[in-house]
């Protein structure tokens, strides 16, 4: 699996906009679906939204559509989730993933036995 690094979180207030950095290191990311997932201490893992490879979006939160959507730079090493309208619900832990596909991503970060979690990058709303 290519190696990530989440960065570009924050403290933001209601309203604000914060853009999130998944960057990989030791390849590109042109072959592969990039979901960004967001998990609390304590609390389940949940995915946010999939980039494809064919740079589409598929948004799997009904309360971040509109909001949240996800871009990739030029270089093809860097997926960006650019977060708008942030509300204090936001607040969470932001994680990236990568896989062939979304629906692999999916399943394999979703398992109850997934441990490969980094650090993640911490996004806080409030006022």
């Known amino acids: 699996q290519v190696q990530l690094v989440e960065s570009g979180g924050g403290l933001v207030q209601p309203g604000g906009s914060l853009r999130l950095s998944c960057t990989a290191s030791?390849?590109?990311?042109?072959?592969?679906?990039v979901g960004w997932f967001r998990q609390a201490p304590g609390k389940e893992r949940e995915a946010v939204l999939c980039?494809?490879?064919?740079?589409?979006?598929?948004n799997y939160v009904r309360s971040v559509k509109g909001r949240f959507t996800a871009s990739r730079d030029s270089d093809k090493k860097t997926v960006f989730l650019n977060m708008n309208a942030l509300r204090p619900d936001d607040t969470d832990v932001y994680h990236c993933?990568?896989?062939?596909?979304?629906?692999?991503?999916?399943?394999?970060?979703?398992?109850?036995?997934?441990?490969?979690w980094g650090p993640g990058t911490q996004v806080a709303v409030s006022s």
């Open positions: 993933a990568a896989d062939s596909t979304c629906q692999e991503l999916l399943a394999r970060v979703l398992a109850a036995d997934f441990t490969s």
């Open positions: 030791g390849d590109t990311l042109h072959y592969y679906a």
């Open positions: 980039y494809t490879r064919n740079d589409s979006n598929i």
